[in-house]
């Protein structure tokens, strides 16, 4: 099964850096990879899906990038706040109707300290 | 806003009761996953469906059955509850009949098996 990998595993910072969260993926035959946050206790919160065919998203200070052929995808974090401390979690979907393709990584915990 | 809601936030039960946690979604979406989240082995997908009375196994479906009657409700069934199924569970939707879309989580069902 495809391997996705979530790097670094925990991040701690000032407010107000810019920070970079990495997914790493063995397939190249990405379909979309999604990126949620989850808050302690909680469910999944969606943040931001890329398609295979698009290279960014965008959404208020955060942006998501995707680059197949080295296999990665990243959150880029502009301006963090206190209230952006979370898990960070990726899924990735390989694409077809197979459960088999869908594969989480393991999450980054970010804390962001006033 | 898509809304997924489950019946519970926390439940305890006792080994051996029969368990049924529900999930609803509120915007006609075809695809439903249950999943469960534990420390250091992350989200794994238990069952899903992507039509009424369709479904199909995810990569942990032993110990657990699934119901899917009416299109907005996916109920996940313990037979015989054991303690090593104490978890966090998590209901989520998607639009269409291809998984690529966009997955929307519940808020969770923390379940302790005594």
């Known amino acids: 099964k495809q391997e996705v990998t979530q790097i670094p595993a925990a991040l701690s910072v000032p407010e107000g850096e810019n920070l970079v969260l990495n997914c790493s993926f063995t397939?190249?035959?990405?379909?979309?990879l999604q990126w949620f946050r989850q808050d302690p206790g909680k469910g999944l919160t969606s943040l931001l899906l890329i398609q295979s065919s698009q290279r960014e998203q965008t959404s208020g200070r955060l942006n998501a990038s995707l680059d197949k052929s080295s296999g990665r995808s990243t959150l880029y974090i502009a301006a963090s706040q206190p209230g952006d401390s979370a898990t960070y979690l990726c899924l990735f979907y390989a694409g077809g109707t197979s459960y088999g393709k869908l594969t989480f990584g393991q999450g980054t915990i970010l804390t962001v300290h006033p | 806003d898509v809304k997924v809601t489950q019946s519970s936030r926390y439940l305890v039960k006792r080994t051996g009761e029969k368990v049924f946690l529900e999930c609803v979604q509120d915007m006609d979406h075809e695809n439903m996953f249950w999943y469960r989240q534990d420390p250091g082995l992350g989200l794994r997908l238990i069952y899903f469906s992507y039509d009424v009375k369709m479904k199909e196994k995810g990569d942990i479906p032993e110990g657990y059955s699934v119901s899917r009657e009416k299109k907005e409700r996916f109920s996940l069934i313990l037979e015989s509850a054991s303690t090593n199924q104490t978890s966090m569970y998590l209901c989520?939707?998607?639009?269409?009949?291809?998984?690529?879309?966009?997955?929307?989580f519940g808020p969770g069902t923390r379940l302790t098996v005594l």
């Open positions: 989520a939707s998607s639009l269409s009949p291809q998984l690529y879309n966009e997955q929307f």
């Open positions: 397939d190249s035959a990405i379909y979309n």
